[in-house]
């Protein structure tokens, strides 16, 4: 795979999710891959450094801060969104194993206790079609919110008609 096929070097596609924010150095997309079951969890988004890099131990400083940065921001979007119970963080890096694309990309799942599978990693949360919740539309507990600081000025992105609230 080379740069200019590669799925995560144009942030068009991602730059009209549901939710997204940029900084200087990645970008955040809570969107679904039409590839995944429908009502799987509601939420599901990647942080993707805007530079191509092979994995997250190519970053650079900069785009680590960045990628925290945006992690933040990202979980109280979903907190004031989807109300969470929980999260699971997810980077694959399998050079030429069941993964097309070789460019860095964080997974942040948000995680309900009324999930069938919530006991189980990332995978399951995303591609397994037996993890469906009773209801996908209903909030969590919001639980979530008890993990890390506010985001100190964080600006959180507006919300798209098809976004809610």
């Known amino acids: 795979m ?3 096929d590669c799925v995560f070097c144009d942030l ?14 990645c970008l955040y997309a809570s969107t679904r891959d039409p590839r995944d079951p429908p009502d799987v969890l509601p939420g599901c988004g990647v942080i993707i450094p805007i ?11 900069e785009e680590w801060a960045s990628t925290h940065e945006l992690l ?15 999260y699971t963080l997810v980077w694959n890096c399998f050079p030429g194993i069941e993964q097309s694309t070789q460019h860095a990309h964080l997974h942040v ?22 993890n469906r919740r009773p209801d996908p539309s209903r909030r969590g507990s919001g639980r979530a919110r008890s993990f890390g600081r506010p985001a100190a000025n964080s600006q959180l992105p507006s919300l798209s008609a098809t976004g809610s609230e």
């Open 109 to 130: 799942i948000p995680r309900f206790d009324d999930e069938p599978l919530a006991d189980r990693g990332g995978r399951s949360a995303i591609k397994v079609r037996e």
């Open 51 to 61: 530079a191509h890099r092979p994995s997250p131990f190519d970053l650079t400083a």
């Open 12 to 25: 068009t596609q991602f730059r009209v999710a549901d939710v997204c924010i940029e900084n200087a150095f």
């Open 72 to 86: 933040v921001k990202a979980k109280a979007a979903q907190d004031e969104r989807v109300a969470p119970d929980g």
């Open 2 to 4: 080379t740069e200019n």
